[in-house]
């Protein structure tokens, strides 16, 4: 998340959803990618995986949407609830 720009409200809502322990995965995580290239602090490498600090926008925009299609989390699938 910190890697696409997240912020500190958008990290909170993921502790919401996901529960206030998986805040030590999300530190070592982010630590580990850090020290593997080459980062110091969290300011060097926010927003590093953005669209907006991409080469090739277009691609991009490509791969998440075929991230949510792999995911079977598609806005477009029935949802059973409704």
């Given at each position: 998340?910190?890697?696409?720009?997240?912020?500190?409200?958008?990290?909170?809502?993921?502790?919401?959803?996901?529960g206030?322990?998986?805040?030590?995965?999300?530190?070592?995580?982010?630590?580990?990618?850090?020290?593997?290239?080459?980062?110091?602090?969290?300011?060097?490498?926010?927003?590093?995986?953005?669209k907006?600090?991409?080469?090739?926008?277009?691609?991009?925009?490509?791969?998440?949407?075929?991230?949510?299609?792999?995911?079977?989390?598609?806005?477009?699938?029935?949802?059973?609830?409704?």
């Amino acid at each position: 998340m910190l890697l696409a720009g997240a912020d500190c409200v958008q990290v909170v809502s993921a502790l919401y959803k996901n529960g206030i322990e998986s805040i030590h995965t999300m530190v070592n995580d982010v630590e580990r990618w850090m020290g593997k290239h080459g980062y110091g602090v969290l300011d060097e490498c926010r927003g590093v995986l953005s669209k907006m600090r991409a080469k090739d926008p277009y691609s991009w925009e490509r791969a998440q949407y075929v991230d949510i299609l792999m995911r079977n989390e598609s806005p477009f699938l029935a949802r059973p609830d409704i």
